[in-house]
């Protein structure tokens, strides 16, 4: 079969928090009559617009794909592991937390049975914008019940001010909500399993509250010590690329790529690998074959794929993520690269 980047399109949520217009990203989902919060590029109902999948939804042809194309991974699951989504937040999000894989495998098998640790990068950022992620020092389980009774809850998450650049790193079990003015991309575990414990009284067009979730909430629910919060990235120039490493986990690594000249990135070995581009537009080519790229697409690079070439036609950025092997061995790799011990141990997540 042929090794090919491969395109797929994305798919659009309805969310109450979202906004009426995803212009500059999506300009054709604009003047919306209904509230859009997210844009899943790798839901299992996305399509692939182009390669030899090309009409074929993604968890379809995960199913067929060789190891030529998705790699071998311990943790393959059957199902695409990552799931990358824009969110376009215009008021606040519900404050949730998410399982662990151990409890989603125990408890939410008919939802996948997969847990959800992600990341969140900012695209753009309004003034004032910020997250509200982790509990603050003292807060226990108790405490965080009557909150929620008496409607303060975010009054006992941390608020970490945001600006467009910057990433949050969120594994699962952290309480958390997104607040106004945000685009974000997310990149997360292939799961969507969300338990709410306050969602401001909103209501929906038919008058009926979304579902709350406390008490599963409260049994997954990370107290005491946290491990989520603002990223302090690495920032690498090498040749004509600058790399930002934003996090290293056992579901993904998340990397910043900007480039103004034609780059021929270093493959992930055994590994798929996917490009989100945020700005710019250009050419994919490998091969002797050529696919335009350009703002608000997922490519899946398949894993055999040797050697291929990004020749920008104007300043690009992107986001490249996959699913490492050993991260002990990735932090030699990265090492041997030039980012010291201490670099590496504020991206690593084990």
């Known amino acids: 079969m042929n090794l090919c980047p491969a395109r797929l399109e994305p798919i659009f949520s309805p969310r109450p928090w979202g906004a009426r217009s995803l212009a500059p990203f999506f300009p054709e989902k604009s003047n919306l009559t209904e509230p859009l919060g997210e844009a899943w590029l790798t839901g299992n109902d996305c399509v692939f617009a182009s390669g030899p999948y090309a009409g074929k939804k993604l968890a379809d042809a995960w199913r067929e794909m060789p190891a030529e194309w998705k790699g071998t991974s311990e943790r393959d699951h059957g199902s695409f592991p990552l799931l990358v989504k824009f969110l376009f937040v215009e008021d606040k999000l519900s404050v949730q937390v998410h399982p662990d894989d151990d409890y989603a495998a125990r408890h939410e098998q008919s939802a996948g049975g997969r847990g959800k640790t992600e990341m969140w990068y900012a695209m753009r950022a309004g003034k004032g914008a910020e997250v509200m992620v982790g509990l603050k020092d003292g807060v226990d389980l108790q405490q965080f019940r009557r909150s929620i009774a008496d409607g303060t809850a975010e009054d006992c998450l941390e608020h970490i001010p945001v600006h467009a650049g910057e990433a949050i790193f969120v594994p699962a079990g952290t309480a958390h909500t997104i607040g106004p003015g945000l685009i974000l991309c997310e990149i997360q575990e292939h799961s969507d399993i969300t338990y709410r414990v306050y969602d401001?009284?909103?209501?929906?067009?038919?008058?009926?509250?979304?579902?709350?979730?406390?008490?599963?909430?409260?049994?997954?629910?990370?107290?005491?010590?946290?491990?989520?919060?603002?990223?302090?990235?690495?920032?690498?120039?090498?040749?004509?690329?600058?790399?930002?490493?934003?996090?290293?986990?056992?579901?993904?690594?998340?990397?910043?790529?900007e480039f103004e000249k034609r780059i021929t990135p270093d493959a992930v070995a055994g590994r798929f690998e996917l490009l989100i581009i945020l700005e710019g537009a250009g050419e994919i080519q490998w091969a002797g074959e050529h696919m335009k790229y350009e703002p608000a697409q997922v490519w899946l690079i398949p894993a055999a794929l040797s050697a291929y070439e990004l020749k920008p036609h104007s300043r690009s950025e992107l986001l490249r993520t996959h699913v490492p092997g050993d991260l002990s061995e990735l932090g030699r790799q990265l090492i041997a690269q030039g980012i010291s011990e201490a670099q590496w141990s504020r991206l690593v997540h084990f």
């Open 200 to 257: 401001y009284n909103r209501r929906d067009a038919k008058g009926q509250a979304r579902a709350l979730h406390i008490e599963k909430a409260l049994e997954v629910m990370r107290f005491g010590a946290q491990n989520a919060g603002k990223i302090q990235p690495v920032r690498v120039q090498r040749n004509s690329v600058t790399t930002t490493y934003f996090a290293a986990c056992r579901y993904f690594v998340a990397e910043k790529w």
